[in-house]
């Protein structure tokens, strides 16, 4: 009875792998399309989607070049954008809502648990629903630049920030923080110098996130922003075109593999904290 137990975990396990491993290889394969086209000359890029760049097929760098080249708008200055918008807005993400995740966890009147669910009803709400009136608002306050929109993303992205960081404070024990104030610790420095520092798992986790979120985000920047003199890697992207709407795939691809580099090597050597940051700040709340 034991023995056949444990040859029907061993089948289930087994199935399970397979059935893992076919999900990877169809994840795998869109990215693994883009390596081998950005490598082809823009003619065998349709008829010749998944064969290697070799022989006629073979472009080398030449994508590269001239999608960074093409067009009177610079890939430098749109990469320039992107990073700074990223960095920024995840920034003003970190800090503001780990700030107020610290006051609705401790104060925990009727007021803060209505501003928690509100952030956390505003996790469901798809964009669309909101893109055309927030872009009117961006308008009027005039937030469509690459240094005010920022503001912008931290109201997206505070829903699933506070959400994690709540959770992870009330896992801290109150008592340090009691002795902080006991020592003459005021609120702002209690938390800089005290609850700041515990909270690092879950700001990396949300740091990592929020910065894939608004490194590969195309709709809002080009809703918010004047696309004729801020662009970000995305929309420089769809705006390779040439005479008639022709669009130069071997260009396209290298650039989107550009682009998609920075955030798959950060994502990589940063997984294990989403896990431990995920777990602190959902579980243990």
């Known amino acids: 009875m034991k023995h056949q137990t444990l040859a029907a975990e061993r089948r289930s396990k087994t ?5 893992l491993g076919v999900i ?11 390596v081998i086209n950005s490598f082809k000359l823009n003619t065998f890029v349709k008829t ?26 610079p890939f430098w200055k749109s990469a320039l954008y992107s990073v700074l918008i990223t960095v920024f807005s995840t ?9 107020a995740a610290w006051y609705i966890a401790r104060v925990n009147s009727r007021l803060c648990r209505l501003v928690y669910y509100l952030c956390v009803f505003s996790m469901v709400v798809p964009f669309q629903m909101v893109m055309f009136t927030l872009s009117k608002t961006a308008d009027s306050l005039r937030l469509n630049t690459p240094w005010t929109i920022p503001i912008v993303y931290l109201g997206f992205g ?46 990396i986790s949300v740091g990592i996130l929020e ?67 995920v777990a602190a700040g959902a579980v243990k709340g």
């Open 158 to 203: 505070a829903g699933l920030a506070i959400f994690m960081f709540v959770g992870f404070v009330k896992s801290i024990p109150l008592e340090i923080e009691e002795a902080a104030a006991i020592d003459g610790c005021g609120p702002l420095r209690t938390f800089f110098s005290v609850v700041l520092p515990m909270l690092k798992p879950t700001l």
């Open 24 to 34: 990877c290889v169809i994840y795998v394969l869109p990215v693994l399309a883009v």
């Open 15 to 19: 199935i399970l792998s397979v059935v």
């Open 48 to 73: 010749n989607t998944f064969d290697l760049p070799s022989g006629e097929m073979w472009a080398g760098w030449d994508n590269f070049i001239k999608g960074m080249t093409f067009g009177n708008y």
């Open 91 to 99: 920034f003003l993400i970190l800090l503001f809502t780990s700030m």
């Open 211 to 277: 910065i894939m979120w608004v490194w590969n985000d195309y709709l809002l920047p080009y809703l918010v922003l004047d696309i004729n003199e801020y662009r970000t890697i995305p929309i420089h992207i769809q705006y390779l075109k040439g005479s008639y709407g022709t669009v130069d795939l071997g260009a396209t691809m290298a650039l989107i593999l550009l682009s998609i580099i920075p955030v798959i090597v950060f994502y990589l050597l940063c997984q294990k904290h989403i896990i431990k940051g």
